[in-house]
Structure formats: C-alpha cells, structure tokens
C-alpha cells in the first residue's frame, strides 16, 4: 500500500523566511508519481509540481523548489523568501502502481506566514 | 474556461435527504474521480472512474454513487444524507499516458448536513 507521511501539521514563520516543507513517501512500485498540491484560505486545490520516479532531477519555479531524493524517499518542498501568500495547506501525494493514477494525500502541512 | 467545474458550490440539507453533485470536464481526459475532504482538511480518494467505467471504489458507504453519463461527466448522488457526511467534495480529473500524469481539481462543493 501507499503511503504519505508529512510530519509537520502547522509551520510559522514570519515573511522572508525560508521554510522547507517535507514529504516521506512509501510504496512497493517501481513507477510512481509524487506530487505536490496548495490549499490556499480560499479552499480551491492548485497543482504545483509532479515528478515521476524515474526522474530525480530537483526543479526550481520562482521562489519554489523540490528535491527528490529515492534513497530517502523524500520529496521536500521549499519556498524561498516566503510572502504573506504563501500561506496555505500545503499537501504531497502519491499515485501509481495499484492505485493507478489516483492520488493517495498526506495530512497536509498548514503553513501560516506573518509580515 | 474552467477546466472542472462542480455544482453546487455549497449544499446545506437535512439528515435523510438525498442530494447530488454534478462535475464536468472540459479537458478531454480519461479519467475523473471523486476526493472527500474531512473536517481536519484529510484528503482521500472515494471513487475513480476511466472512460465511464469504475475502476476504485475506495471503503464508501453504498449511500454513495457516482454516475458517469459519458467521459466528460462525473455525478455524485448521495442517498439518506447522514451528519458524518458533511464535508468538502472535490471532483478531478486526469489524462492518462506516460509519464506523472496532472490530476486538476474542481472548486469543491461544501457539504453541510444538519
């Protein structure tokens, strides 16, 4: 079975700040697929990246970066400079295999920025 | 264009009531599920569904079932609404092929029973 285990439940952190966001995964299939989805306030789910298993590169998107590390599996998220904005539940997920494309969540991470 | 619209946004009904939730895809894809997310924000799959045909069918109660009038449309009905069925609803859906494939969101529907 999958599984998806963030253990932060709240973050704090006053705007400027970096803030790493971690995601450990488990899973027996050898193709998978992670990703990483935003909840702002306002309760809509907004994709922010997926990543295959096969593809390990770490990717950068403005103030967002990810690092996927299979040896650890661990797919950690970390915003740069954080804004007022950034404040969200942050969810990782896991799909692939069984599950087919089905997206198996963690609890979510609630990340409260402060000016 | 919303890529997956759900309607209604927000359902407020009475215990023993029967309720539907209607979500549509403009996107071409293949597949459409539906999420239930609890009150302490736990997201989990209920049902998934591949060019009309079901394929999960996660631990649901039979109250629910989702019908899928072609790949483009995925209901949800709700039958004898029960308090512990309050919740947020998101409709999905995704393209199947190689690679991680994106799985888009709907808005929600907010579903208070009371």
């Known amino acids: 079975a999958q599984k998806v285990t963030q253990a932060q439940t709240e973050i704090s952190v006053v705007e400027k700040e970096d803030v790493t966001l971690d995601c450990v995964y488990e899973?027996?299939?050898?193709?998978?697929?992670l990703f990483w989805y935003k909840q702002p306030p306002s309760g809509e789910l907004v994709f922010l990246i997926r990543?295959?298993?096969?593809?390990?590169q770490n990717e950068i998107s403005g103030r967002y970066s990810w690092n996927f590390q299979k040896s650890t599996s661990s797919f950690n998220f970390t915003i740069t400079a954080s804004q007022v904005v950034d404040s969200a539940v942050y969810f990782c997920?896991?799909?692939?295999?069984?599950?087919?494309?089905?997206?198996?969540f963690g609890k979510g991470t609630s990340l409260l920025v402060t000016p | 264009d919303t890529a997956v619209s759900q309607t209604p946004k927000y359902l407020v009904t009475q215990m023993g009531n029967d309720k539907s939730i209607k979500c549509e895809q403009n996107?071409?894809?293949?597949?459409m599920y539906w999420y239930k997310q609890d009150s302490k924000k736990f997201l989990k799959i209920m049902f998934s569904?591949?060019?009309?045909?079901?394929?999960i069918n996660e631990t649901v109660p039979n109250r629910f079932s989702p019908k899928s009038p072609d790949k483009a449309h995925l209901n949800l009905h709700i039958n004898s609404l029960e308090l512990g069925d309050s919740a947020v609803y998101f409709c999905?859906?995704?393209?199947?092929?190689?690679?991680?494939?994106?799985?888009?969101f709907g808005q929600g529907t907010r579903l208070t029973v009371v």
């Open positions: 999905a859906s995704s393209q199947d092929g190689t690679g991680a494939p994106r799985v888009v």
């Open positions: 899973t027996r299939d050898t193709t998978y697929y």
């Open positions: 990543r295959n298993s096969f593809d390990e």
């Open positions: 997920a896991l799909s692939g295999g069984n599950s087919g494309y089905a997206l198996n």
């Open positions: 996107l071409g894809h293949d597949t």
């Open positions: 569904y591949n060019n009309k045909e079901l394929i």
